[in-house]
């Protein structure tokens, strides 16, 4: 089955206007710079983006481990920590997920406002409650959990350090830009 011609003309001159340039048969060197950005400081954290990229690959050990965790302890938990563990597990693979993406948008990206984002989901939600799981006795800590946990608490820890110093450099240079901008 194709497609009707008029559609098949429109969709052939939309794609040659948007992928094609066609006033220049050629690029001069000076186009290179531009389309390869090499006139550009990469502000991004090579630490920060190793983290977050080991972190992706832990995300589903720890998931899976925790899960399994809880599914043996259940039985032995009192009612009220049965609910809190449940509660902070789903808290906790929601905001890991969230603060992962917005690590590596913000960090890869150079976007200010989500590794802004990245940097509070972090300190302000995952540290806490990694902390909670790590520290609080009376939810029966597992060896295995408290490996994983531990393996969490330094990804975060150093995220949150490594963060801090990408942006704050990130923000420098934004401000540098925009001050640079202003007088052109």
């Given at each position: 089955?194709?497609?009707?011609?008029?559609?098949r003309k429109?969709?052939?001159?939309?794609?040659?206007?948007?992928?094609?340039?066609?006033?220049?048969?050629?690029?001069?060197?000076?186009?290179?710079?531009?389309?390869?950005?090499?006139?550009?400081?990469?502000?991004?954290?090579?630490?920060?983006?190793?983290?977050?990229?080991?972190?992706?690959?832990?995300?589903?050990?720890?998931?899976?481990?925790?899960?399994?965790?809880?599914?043996?302890?259940?039985?032995?938990?009192?009612?009220?920590?049965?609910?809190?563990?449940?509660?902070?597990?789903?808290?906790?693979?929601?905001?890991?997920?969230i603060r992962?993406?917005?690590?590596?948008?913000?960090?890869?990206?150079?976007?200010?406002?989500?590794l802004a984002?990245?940097?509070?989901?972090?300190?302000?939600?995952?540290?806490?409650?990694?902390?909670?799981?790590?520290?609080?006795?009376?939810?029966?800590?597992?060896?295995?959990?408290?490996?994983?946990?531990?393996?969490?608490?330094?990804?975060?820890?150093?995220?949150?350090?490594?963060?801090?110093?990408?942006?704050?450099?990130?923000?420098?240079?934004?401000?540098?830009?925009?001050?640079?901008?202003?007088?052109?």
């Amino acid at each position: 089955m194709e497609l009707p011609q008029p559609i098949r003309k429109r969709l052939g001159d939309f794609s040659r206007n948007v992928f094609i340039d066609q006033s220049r048969t050629h690029l001069t060197p000076e186009d290179h710079v531009t389309f390869l950005g090499h006139n550009r400081e990469v502000v991004s954290c090579l630490h920060l983006q190793m983290s977050l990229f080991f972190n992706m690959w832990f995300f589903p050990l720890w998931w899976i481990s925790e899960v399994v965790m809880l599914h043996l302890k259940y039985p032995a938990l009192p009612d009220y920590y049965k609910f809190i563990l449940v509660t902070v597990l789903v808290l906790m693979t929601l905001i890991e997920v969230i603060r992962l993406y917005l690590g590596y948008a913000g960090n890869l990206q150079e976007k200010v406002p989500e590794l802004a984002g990245f940097w509070l989901l972090s300190v302000l939600l995952q540290f806490p409650l990694i902390v909670f799981q790590l520290f609080n006795e009376a939810i029966l800590i597992l060896p295995l959990e408290r490996g994983v946990h531990i393996v969490l608490a330094l990804f975060i820890l150093t995220q949150a350090l490594s963060g801090f110093v990408a942006l704050r450099q990130m923000v420098r240079h934004t401000e540098s830009q925009f001050h640079l901008r202003q007088f052109d």
